[in-house]
């Protein structure tokens, strides 16, 4: 049983370029999730999908961000023209959708710094 | 907003021994769900323990308990017979419609 994976690990960027991330859930979940984690703090929602759908976007999902699963299984965080204040750690998770609570599985993150 | 508050930055332990870790949150809402997940060092994060807002008995997973009151909004975890392993992040997060709310985190340091 492979758990959640996220791709790249690290990225460095500069100001100004766009970068994208990718994340394969556990295979069998349908629901998928982005959070935002910056150091020392706990994770911020940024949004979910069940299957392709993308069913919920936080505030704080700027239109600079972007997010996709177009056939219900990966789904790719793009940010475009990256600033300084997007240096984070990019969290997934996914989880089996039931009628409610149900616990979601976390990925090792991918850490963006803005330079 | 729902909103959760962890008071408590940093604590410590000694090996074997028994600690709380505290969590209070606000929401208007009866039907909800709270976690605690455990981030180690530079690993990812991993589910502690689960409790369901409608059953008044507390959850309990080996080592771990909570003490969930819902009237006042708590939900504290309780680490028995602590082991080193058990040093990390801990979060508390309050689930409702899909989506996690989390705390601040509370750093555990545990002393041989």
């Known amino acids: 049983d492979t758990g959640v994976s996220q791709n790249p690990r690290h990225k460095i960027t500069k100001r100004g370029q766009n970068v994208t991330f990718r994340c394969d859930p556990i295979?069998?979940?349908?629901?998928l999730y982005w959070y935002r984690q910056t150091l020392g703090q706990g994770p911020e929602f940024l949004t979910y999908?069940?299957?392709?759908?993308?069913?919920?976007k936080s505030r704080l999902l700027s239109d600079r961000f972007s997010a996709e699963r177009p056939k219900g299984s990966f789904s790719t965080l793009e940010i475009q023209r990256t600033e300084q204040g997007d240096s984070a750690m990019y969290l997934c998770?996914?989880?089996?959708?039931?009628?409610?609570?149900?616990?979601?599985?976390f990925g090792p993150g991918t850490r963006l710094l803005v330079l | 907003a729902q909103t959760v508050t962890q008071s408590q930055p940093e604590m410590s332990v000694q090996e074997a021994e028994t600690v709380t870790l505290s969590c209070t949150y606000d929401?208007?809402?009866?039907?909800?769900?709270l976690f605690w997940y455990k981030q180690p060092p530079s690993r990812q994060m991993i589910l502690v323990i689960r409790?369901?807002?409608?059953?008044?008995q507390n959850a309990t997973e080996n080592r771990f308990s909570v003490n969930f009151q819902k009237a006042a909004k708590s939900f504290s975890l309780k680490i028995s017979d602590s082991q080193l392993g058990d040093a990390a992040m801990y979060f508390c997060?309050?689930?409702?419609?899909?989506?996690?709310?989390f705390g601040q985190g509370t750093i555990l340091t545990v002393h041989p």
């Open positions: 998770a996914s989880s089996l959708a039931s009628s409610g609570g149900e616990t979601q599985y």
């Open positions: 295979s069998e979940h349908n629901r």
């Open positions: 999908f069940q299957n392709e759908a993308q069913l919920e």
């Open positions: 929401t208007s809402e009866s039907d909800y769900y």
């Open positions: 409790q369901e807002a409608y059953k008044q």
């Open positions: 997060a309050y689930w409702r419609d899909g989506k996690l709310t």
